[in-house]
């Protein structure tokens, strides 16, 4: 599962960390491992290393969208 993109409609109040949040339970739920392409997302499993077993072996390549 790729995660792309992540926007909100108000920065700085928590959104996007829920947003990648629900996609990384619904991973874990549905056995899937992440490809995180959005730098937020990357950059979010990065400050949650313990996530670092669902991650995509390529995890990390091509992160495209910014902070």
């Not at 947003?19 to 400050?47: D, T």
């Amino acid at each position: 599962m790729s995660i792309d993109h992540t926007e909100a409609f108000k920065k700085g109040i928590g959104i996007g960390a829920l947003l990648v949040e629900a996609a990384n339970e619904y991973a874990i739920n549905h056995k899937l491992k992440v490809l995180p392409i959005c730098s937020y997302a990357y950059a979010w499993y990065q400050r949650h290393p313990h996530y670092k077993d669902i991650l995509d072996d390529h995890a990390g390549e091509g992160v495209s969208c910014q902070i």
